[in-house]
């Protein structure tokens, strides 16, 4: 099955929503998964030449299990291609391969782009001559769940199978991109015999050879990896029409023959022979060895698509690890990196004692019935001026400081918040981020509805205010809270100064002091959020403005 | 007339993002209301609606103000998927919210799925030169580092008190967007270009 999407639809798509192009192999964050990076037609040079790619796939239809690839070379044909791979259902007696194409082209090559696509699965895959550049297919596998054997990398070509192979439910697709130096001599194009011709030492030049996907890239020297700044391919050779020879006397030298090239950029000039001939020499006879394998590996995927099954039992051998690139082992670290539940479980994570502690765990720690960080927080932002800070609480502190502050409570007991390096600001961020990450919210939800009733209630103000008050006093955690909305009602005293009217500061609190209980989702909360965020702000304008009375301050304080 | 004019264009959705306090609603309000207001009320959402000409061309503008403070980040992406232009305010005179602005934007490019999309940054409060702590050449060295891979991508400094340059931020905004339509990153130019299936 093939089907073809612009750019727009994969927008729709819910797996591949985010894509990150600073990130290329960041495997699975939240069940959006990222597509790729694309640059935009028009846009010059923009496009990011080592194809990025990738990622894995939230396995939101029910048989996509895989979604390799996309894109893009220098010079800004991007033309993403995806690769999915399915296992049929309960453990899989089929699996199918699914591809398709999604252009991100600029306009003047929108035409062109449709006629590509059919041709990648049924037929013998003519290369995408009517691109400029080709479609890259970069590297694979990266599915989410962890019964994953570890991803197949570059370096492998080498002992690879020489199918892919599917084996449900664990799929495992095989890379067909490989890159490195040679010297390529072009051969004039003769109708020579099939025999392969005498090599000329003379005429080798510097190249670097890319296989990627369906195509053999030849680029011009041998420096470096491809680079934005490169200019495209000199030569584009489509596997599916490619055929070697091995060079009688060179165990390093190959010979390739490519029937009708697909042009390249300058159309019209020398590419436009029917048969392209070269003799590619490498280093060493191992990589010569390494290429072949990779060039039929890619050939195989292209014209046979056979796919052979194989039994449940993950395979024994490993990939050699030694030979994994930095974002594969990270990737492969990422999904085999245990649950945090595990981890705690096991004593090497340990929650923070402070931050994102529960309440009681805190007080418990500080022996004491609210947290001695809000207490020193506080008595620190009020002594520096805080309260006649303009827009204290609405204007975030710096967040790496903040994190720095953090870091110190959670690990030294004895820190001193009055330091001047710890601005009001950062002092204010710390504090709400402290509330924010309480396992549980200070305000429960059960104490918030019952004070949203009253407080909504059409009863007299007294009335409401000694209802308020009742509930209060069975509220757990109603010494922070007193603690809390004290200093609260303390800035609004100030507000003259500092500009937080009530209102302005239950808006920018409240979401700190209450949320919605154990919807994970982002999306979930942040629509609750805005519905819930009007009664939210009235009810803790009230309870900052009736403070006084609520949680007996002038009672307790004396 | 005018009305029949205005209500044949298609609306120009613009999100003013930037961190907290910084004048992105006092910005919008000049903008749109030619006013500069006191008061000093965290936003969580209001959106305005102006037409005007732009080069001899109509252009009504929805701008969606949005809440600075990181409390509502999670409505972020929510807005930004919306959004056609950005408009990403710091304040010339608080270091933080120019700390903020570089990973806004690549949260824009991020959530957009884009290396290039009109984004315009603002920076606000040039009245208050005397508590100004961002060097003009500072910012101006931050969108040029964008503007190697985002052509789309300005910076201008504004003042919503003395409405300096308030209107040319909006407008030239516009104006990168109409570049960037015209060059084919719109969405109709993408429609038309898938014809198989």
């Known amino acids: 099955e093939l089907t073809v999407m612009s750019a727009e639809d994969l927008d729709k798509e819910p797996f591949c929503q985010c894509a990150d192009a600073s990130t290329p192999d960041d495997p699975d964050v939240e069940g959006a998964d990222c597509g790729a990076s694309s640059e935009e037609g028009g846009l010059d040079d923009s496009c990011p030449a080592v194809p990025m790619a990738t990622s894995a796939s939230q396995v939101d239809t029910g048989d996509i299990d895989d979604m390799a690839m996309v894109n893009l070379l220098p010079n800004r044909r991007s033309v993403m291609f995806r690769l999915s791979l399915g296992s049929g259902s309960g453990g899989g007696n089929k699996s199918f391969l699914q591809s398709s194409l999604q252009t991100h082209a600029s306009d003047s090559r929108q035409q062109k782009l449709p006629s590509v696509s059919p041709t990648l699965q049924e037929s013998p895959p003519q290369s995408p001559s009517c691109l400029d550049n080709p479609v890259f297919v970069e590297s694979a596998a990266s599915l989410p769940q962890l019964l994953l054997p570890p991803p197949p990398e570059p370096g492998a070509a080498q002992s690879l199978p020489r199918r892919l192979e599917i084996s449900s439910p664990t799929v495992r697709l095989l890379e067909t991109r490989k890159e490195g130096p040679a010297r390529v001599a072009v051969l004039k194009s003769s109708a020579s015999s099939s025999s392969a011709p005498k090599l000329k030492p003379g005429r080798l030049k510097s190249y670097r050879l890319v296989l990627t996907g369906p195509d053999l890239l030849l680029y011009r020297g041998s420096g470096g990896t491809i680079d934005r700044r490169r200019p495209p391919p000199e030569v584009i050779l489509s596997l599916a029409r490619t055929t070697w020879l091995a060079v009688p006397g060179s165990d390093r030298t190959l010979h390739l023959r490519c029937h009708e090239p697909s042009p390249d950029d300058d159309a019209g000039s020398k590419q436009q022979q029917k048969q392209f001939e070269c003799h590619i020499q490498w280093e060493t006879p191992e990589l010569r060895r390494a290429w072949i394998a990779a060039l039929t590996l890619a050939k195989d995927l292209l014209i046979n698509r056979q796919f052979t099954e194989r039994p449940q039992q993950p395979q024994p051998q490993a990939v050699q690890p030694a030979k994994h690139t930095i974002v594969q082992r990270l990737n492969d670290f990422f999904r085999r990196r245990p649950a945090i539940d595990e981890l705690e479980r096991r004593g090497i994570v340990r929650s923070e004692p402070v931050f994102g502690a529960s309440l009681t765990d805190v007080c418990a720690r500080d022996g004491a019935d609210t947290p001695l960080f809000l207490r020193r927080c506080i008595a620190a932002l009020e002594a520096s001026g805080g309260l006649e800070t303009v827009g204290l609480y609405r204007i975030g502190g710096n967040a790496a400081t903040v994190q720095r502050l953090r870091l110190l409570v959670d690990q030294t007991a004895d820190y001193d918040l009055n330091q001047a390096c710890w601005d009001i600001n950062v002092l204010a961020s710390a504090l709400k981020t402290f509330l924010r990450e309480l396992k549980q919210p200070l305000l429960a939800p059960d104490l918030f509805q019952a004070i949203a009733r009253h407080h909504m209630s059409g009863a007299k103000p007294s009335m409401r205010r000694a209802a308020v008050w009742q509930e209060l006093q069975v509220a757990p955690g109603l010494p922070t809270l007193r603690l809390v909305f004290g200093h609260l009602s303390r800035v609004v005293h100030h507000s003259a100064v500092n500009q937080m009217s009530a209102r302005n500061l239950a808006l920018v609190i409240g979401p700190n002091l209450l949320w919605p209980a154990g919807s994970a989702s982002v999306a979930a909360k942040a629509a609750n959020l805005a519905t819930d965020l009007a009664l939210q702000t009235g009810v803790v304008e009230y309870l900052i403005l009736e403070a006084d009375y609520l949680f007996d301050l002038s009672r307790v304080e004396a | ?197």
């Not at chain 2, 030619?34 to 305005?48: G, Q, R, W």
């Not at chain 2, 969606?64 to 408009?87: H, V």
């Not at chain 2, 060295?141 to 040319?168: G, M, W």
């Not at chain 2, 429609?191 to 299936?197: D, R, Y």
């Open chain 2, 1 to 197: 007339m005018s009305k029949s004019v205005s209500k044949s264009v298609k609306p120009i959705k613009i999100v003013v993002i930037g961190s907290g306090g910084v004048g992105k609603s006092a910005l919008t309000l000049q903008f749109s209301k030619s006013k500069f207001f006191l008061d000093y009320d965290p936003t969580i959402e209001d959106s305005f609606s102006k037409s005007c000409y732009i080069d001899n061309e109509m252009a009504r503008l929805d701008i969606l103000d949005t809440a600075g403070q990181e409390e509502f980040t999670s409505m972020r992406e929510q807005y930004m998927r919306l959004g056609q232009a950005f408009l990403v305010v710091f304040s010339v005179t608080d270091r933080k919210g120019f700390e903020e602005v570089d990973s806004l934007i690549q949260l824009i490019y991020r959530v957009k799925d884009r290396e290039a999309f009109p984004i315009m940054v603002a920076g606000n409060k040039i009245d208050l030169q005397n508590d100004r702590c961002i060097d003009q050449s500072l910012a101006q060295e931050l969108v040029q580092r964008h503007q190697e891979f985002n052509p789309y991508c300005a910076y201008i400094e504004t003042s919503a008190k003395t409405r300096l340059n308030v209107d040319l931020v909006f407008h030239d905004l516009v104006r990168l967007l109409r570049l960037y339509n015209a060059k084919g990153g719109s969405k109709q130019a993408k429609k038309s270009k898938c014809s198989l299936l």
